[in-house]
């Protein structure tokens, strides 16, 4: 029953399933596990004359005025009615009904309503509220009772959403696997899986309703963390590479650098250092803010997979995009002038030369390579891939680092991020890694002044922007679209251009920069800022990572509101990278309260965890990273909230598969089905079936 279609569930037709299929709810199994986003606690009704502003309460009374004002120039109308509980009046107000909606209303009848208070002109109001007309609270199945409240989509009410819930749990609940092991089950306490479902959708209290989503979430996180954990266990098992790293491997790397390392980056090359010597391969996650030096680092990493020289190993470097892609490029052969390193860099976009390139890193005539999503192409052969570096990896699927890792016999794998990720997200996402941070600036670097402009002040970016050019120094402008939208009333990057160019910006070389550019055109721009021949660069979000300009001091972004935290740390870290502090300017229309205090948190803090945790807990997961690409699981019923949550659930899941490897005992098997049925390709877990 749980995977039968929705349509066979009484009361959804064609129409209404092709409605709910636009949430995601295809079967009942999906209807099941759509769990409330929030719930009306309608079991008490208030007293009218003790309503506060802001509270959601249930109220009752009797009508004692209905009034209908037509709205001019609309074919509706405002309707008021006020009723009497006793205590006090309350009015009740609709807004664009129609005329015919007072006659629902008979002076005299019973009223029951919810919805939530509030003052104008001196009396206690409730704007479209939930009622019924000639019922108590106690008659009514929309009152006495904790109400689910449910994501919807245009066309589908909380009422039908119930009504089909309730359907979907008499038919389904019990059939819903126990996924948890017996020993875990009694040992938490928790209610069976059938019992949680329907205590979360329609619970009796607060409380019972916080218990379930609880144990749901449990469940979801014990089975993706043990999915972790087999994957941990399974990179570990077999044997990699043994690189001689000691001292005088470490003393040639070093001679290399033109300035010392901070005690951080001391502290991270020797967790790399001592993975990298050891037979098990390395499989580690690398953290740092922006600028902290996390690309040095990786350098030192591959400079030292290279240090065997008869052994012909091999490194590949691997970005998102060409720009950083090329940036790495630049800063390898720069840091690599005096050493023996074969250096190559392979793009889609250097078709042309692809055949030799490709017969070169076949042959281990190349020893660095660097590159995009050309590195895992099918014709990508390397002769012997030691060391791999994925660089912003959560661009990245997991398939796609998985493919790269197959090119090579068990390489060692450095992932690097300078997008800081929250302590609740990686736990989640990169469980089966060891995990490094560099929480450390380099000396000299200085903090960089952010500012937020409401539009009245935009025109005093620009200005200081004017100010900096004309010592010589250079300017970025940010726009969130490439070309006009109907639909959004932002600049685009190219009207931006042709307006600065003529405006404010006449005199100063612009150029610009966005996605659907050729690379060829990409790269002219890039080259062409770098070298001074260009002193502003007018760009789309392209430009959030891989550039480095030390003579860029001032970020202008404009449409702030429309981007996320870490996305605009990102950006703001690509200046005050050389001797002069960076400015950057927020340019925004915040819409609420909340989004103001969202970007208000940039002009606060420059710490780039502290501002990844406010963007988790503001946007969520899905959003921050993309759950497409970021390698987040699909959790219905865990939300990232709670953290020692999580926290429980990987210790269990990493317990058990450390009692047993392989899941093998007959207690774990369903929770090995789930793992293959929802991981297993994920994770090439070969060995869980």
Same mark, same amino acid.
Request: hydrophobic share 45%.
């Given at each position: 029953?749980?995977?039968?279609?929705?349509?066979?569930?009484?009361?959804?037709?064609?129409?209404?399933?092709?409605?709910?299929?636009?949430?995601?709810?295809?079967?009942? *199994?999906?209807?099941?596990?759509?769990?409330?986003?929030?719930?009306?606690? *309608?079991?008490?009704?208030?007293?009218?004359?003790?309503?506060?502003? =802001?509270?959601?309460? %249930?109220?009752?009374?009797? #009508?004692?005025?209905?009034?209908?004002?037509?709205?001019?120039?609309?074919?509706?109308?405002?309707?008021?009615?006020?009723?009497?509980?006793?205590?006090?009046?309350?009015?009740?107000?609709?807004?664009?009904?129609?005329?015919?909606?007072?006659?629902?209303?008979?002076?005299?009848?019973?009223?029951?309503?919810?919805?939530?208070?509030?003052?104008?002109?001196?009396?206690?109001?409730?704007?479209?509220?939930?009622?019924?007309?000639?019922?108590?609270?106690?008659?009514?199945?929309?009152?006495?009772? #904790?109400?689910?409240?449910?994501?919807?989509?245009?066309?589908?009410?909380?009422?039908?959403?119930?009504?089909?819930?309730?359907?979907?749990?008499?038919?389904?609940?019990?059939?819903?696997?126990?996924?948890?092991?017996?020993?875990?089950?009694?040992?938490?306490?928790?209610?069976?899986?059938?019992?949680?479902?329907?205590?979360?959708?329609?619970? *009796?209290?607060?409380?019972?309703?916080?218990?379930?989503? *609880?144990?749901?979430?449990?469940?979801?996180?014990?089975?993706?963390?043990?999915?972790?954990?087999?994957?941990?266990?399974?990179?570990?098992?077999?044997?990699?590479?043994?690189?001689?790293?000691?001292?005088?491997?470490?003393?040639?790397?070093?001679?290399?650098?033109?300035?010392?390392?901070?005690?951080?980056?001391?502290?991270?090359?020797?967790?790399?250092?001592?993975?990298?010597?050891?037979?098990?391969?390395?499989?580690?996650?690398?953290?740092?803010?922006?600028?902290?030096?996390?690309?040095?680092?990786?350098?030192?990493?591959?400079?030292?997979?290279?240090?065997?020289?008869?052994?012909?190993?091999?490194?590949?470097?691997?970005? /998102?995009?060409?720009?950083?892609?090329?940036?790495?490029?630049?800063?390898?052969?720069?840091?690599?002038?005096?050493?023996?390193?074969?250096?190559?860099?392979?793009?889609?976009?250097?078709?042309?030369?692809?055949?030799?390139?490709?017969?070169? #890193?076949?042959?281990?005539? %190349?020893?660095?390579?660097?590159?995009?999503?050309?590195?895992?192409?099918?014709?990508?052969?390397?002769?012997?891939?030691?060391?791999?570096?994925?660089?912003?990896?959560?661009?990245?699927?997991?398939?796609?680092?998985?493919?790269?890792?197959?090119?090579?016999?068990?390489?060692?794998?450095?992932?690097?991020?300078?997008?800081?990720?929250?302590?609740?997200?990686?736990?989640?996402?990169?469980?089966?890694?060891?995990?490094?941070?560099?929480?450390?600036?380099?000396?000299?670097?200085?903090?960089?002044?952010?500012?937020?402009?409401?539009?009245?002040?935009?025109?005093?970016?620009?200005?200081?922007?004017?100010?900096?050019?004309?010592?010589?120094?250079?300017?970025?402008?940010?726009?969130?679209?490439?070309?006009?939208?109907?639909?959004?009333?932002?600049?685009?990057?190219?009207?931006?251009?042709?307006?600065?160019?003529?405006?404010?910006?006449? =005199?100063?070389?612009?150029?610009?920069?966005?996605?659907?550019?050729?690379?060829?055109?990409?790269?002219?721009?890039?080259?062409?800022?770098?070298?001074?021949?260009?002193?502003?660069?007018?760009?789309?979000? %392209?430009?959030?990572?891989?550039?480095?300009?030390?003579?860029?001091?001032?970020?202008? %972004?404009? $449409?702030?509101?429309?981007?996320?935290?870490?996305?605009? $740390?990102?950006?703001?870290?690509?200046?005050?990278?050389?001797?002069?502090?960076?400015?950057?300017?927020?340019?925004?229309?915040?819409?609420?309260?909340?989004?103001?205090?969202?970007?208000?948190?940039?002009?606060?803090?420059?710490?780039?965890?502290?501002?990844?945790?406010?963007?988790?807990? #503001?946007?969520?997961?899905?959003?921050?990273?993309?759950?497409?690409?970021?390698?987040?699981?699909?959790?219905?019923?865990?939300?990232?909230?709670?953290?020692?949550?999580?926290?429980?659930?990987?210790?269990?899941?990493?317990?058990?598969?450390?009692?047993? /490897?392989?899941?093998?005992? /007959?207690? $774990?098997?369903?929770?090995?089905?789930?793992?293959?049925?929802?991981?297993?390709?994920?994770?090439?877990?070969?060995?869980?079936?």
């Amino acid at each position: 029953m749980l995977e039968c279609e929705v349509r066979f569930l009484k009361g959804v037709g064609p129409k209404r399933a092709e409605l709910l299929a636009r949430l995601g709810l295809r079967t009942v *199994r999906d209807l099941v596990f759509h769990l409330p986003r929030d719930y009306e606690d *309608r079991r008490t009704v208030a007293r009218i004359a003790d309503l506060k502003a =802001g509270q959601k309460a %249930v109220v009752a009374g009797k #009508i004692v005025v209905v009034n209908f004002r037509p709205t001019r120039g609309q074919r509706g109308g405002i309707l008021q009615v006020v009723i009497d509980d006793g205590t006090g009046l309350l009015e009740l107000v609709w807004f664009n009904v129609r005329y015919a909606w007072q006659n629902s209303f008979p002076v005299g009848k019973a009223l029951t309503a919810y919805g939530e208070a509030g003052f104008y002109r001196g009396a206690v109001q409730m704007a479209m509220p939930t009622c019924q007309v000639g019922v108590t609270p106690a008659e009514s199945e929309d009152f006495g009772a #904790i109400l689910p409240v449910y994501p919807l989509t245009e066309g589908i009410s909380q009422k039908v959403v119930r009504k089909l819930t309730r359907a979907a749990l008499e038919a389904g609940a019990a059939q819903v696997q126990e996924l948890l092991p017996p020993e875990l089950l009694a040992k938490k306490g928790f209610p069976s899986v059938g019992d949680a479902l329907r205590e979360a959708h329609f619970p *009796r209290s607060m409380e019972e309703a916080g218990r379930a989503r *609880r144990r749901l979430g449990y469940e979801e996180l014990l089975v993706f963390q043990s999915a972790l954990a087999l994957h941990r266990a399974q990179v570990r098992q077999a044997p990699g590479i043994a690189f001689r790293v000691g001292a005088n491997v470490d003393r040639r790397i070093r001679r290399l650098f033109p300035f010392p390392f901070t005690r951080a980056q001391e502290r991270v090359i020797e967790e790399l250092s001592a993975d990298m010597r050891s037979e098990r391969p390395m499989h580690r996650l690398l953290q740092g803010d922006v600028g902290c030096g996390k690309t040095v680092v990786a350098v030192y990493a591959m400079l030292a997979a290279l240090a065997q020289s008869t052994k012909g190993h091999q490194v590949a470097l691997m970005a /998102p995009t060409e720009v950083l892609a090329e940036q790495h490029y630049l800063t390898l052969e720069w840091l690599l002038e005096r050493a023996r390193v074969r250096t190559m860099l392979l793009t889609s976009s250097a078709a042309g030369t692809r055949a030799g390139n490709l017969h070169r #890193i076949a042959a281990g005539d %190349v020893d660095i390579v660097v590159g995009t999503h050309a590195l895992i192409q099918e014709d990508v052969r390397f002769r012997n891939l030691a060391l791999i570096v994925v660089d912003e990896q959560h661009r990245f699927g997991v398939r796609q680092r998985l493919a790269l890792r197959l090119k090579g016999v068990r390489p060692d794998v450095l992932i690097m991020t300078a997008t800081p990720i929250p302590r609740t997200l990686a736990l989640a996402c990169f469980g089966d890694m060891d995990m490094s941070v560099i929480d450390e600036m380099p000396p000299g670097r200085k903090p960089i002044q952010t500012v937020l402009l409401p539009p009245e002040r935009w025109s005093e970016a620009f200005q200081a922007a004017v100010e900096e050019l004309k010592q010589g120094r250079r300017a970025f402008v940010i726009f969130p679209l490439v070309r006009e939208d109907e639909e959004l009333d932002l600049t685009s990057a190219t009207r931006g251009h042709e307006e600065l160019q003529r405006g404010v910006m006449r =005199g100063f070389p612009c150029c610009l920069l966005h996605g659907q550019m050729t690379p060829e055109a990409k790269r002219k721009a890039m080259q062409g800022f770098r070298s001074g021949r260009y002193q502003v660069m007018i760009a789309t979000t %392209v430009v959030e990572v891989g550039i480095d300009v030390p003579e860029a001091t001032v970020m202008i %972004v404009q $449409h702030a509101e429309r981007l996320g935290l870490a996305q605009l $740390h990102q950006l703001r870290g690509r200046v005050g990278r050389g001797q002069v502090p960076g400015k950057c300017f927020l340019l925004a229309e915040p819409a609420t309260e909340q989004a103001h205090e969202r970007l208000a948190v940039l002009t606060r803090t420059s710490d780039g965890f502290a501002i990844a945790e406010a963007d988790l807990r #503001i946007r969520g997961p899905g959003q921050l990273f993309g759950t497409a690409q970021s390698g987040l699981p699909e959790l219905r019923c865990y939300d990232f909230s709670d953290v020692r949550l999580l926290e429980e659930a990987r210790r269990d899941a990493f317990a058990l598969v450390e009692g047993d /490897p392989a899941l093998a005992r /007959p207690a $774990h098997a369903p929770l090995r089905q789930a793992i293959w049925r929802q991981y297993a390709g994920r994770f090439m877990l070969g060995g869980v079936g």
